[in-house]
């Protein structure tokens, strides 16, 4: 993190307690969010979904749940995120 990387997080973010604890060591400065496919999830509450996008307000979800943070300000974070780090500007 000290060199400025980033670590992205995915649906099993969502039930995964590995990636959880992960999660709750990346500060939010460094956390980005993926779809994590294309693949078939086995594991509730993904069962049997194949990742599309739609399964990002869940990751988003789970990271706020994780950190104790609203999600709004998660969503957001994660967005000036992605705008760092590939210098564009979404708004």
Do not use: H
């Not at 980033?6 to 500060?27: D, F």
């Not at 969010?33 to 789970?62: C, M, Q, S, Y």
């Not at 969503?75 to 500007?89: G, R, T, Y």
């Amino acid at each position: 993190m000290e060199n400025g990387y980033y670590i992205t997080e995915g649906p099993p973010t969502v039930y995964s307690n590995g990636i959880r604890e992960v999660v709750i060591r990346i500060p939010l400065t460094n956390l980005l969010t993926e779809t994590d496919g294309p693949v078939r999830f086995w594991k509730p509450p993904l069962n049997g979904k194949r990742t599309t996008p739609a399964f990002i307000p869940l990751v988003v979800k789970a990271i706020s749940e994780i950190k104790k943070i609203d999600v709004e300000s998660v969503a957001q974070q994660i967005i000036k995120n992605f705008e760092e780090f590939f210098s564009v500007k979404l708004n």
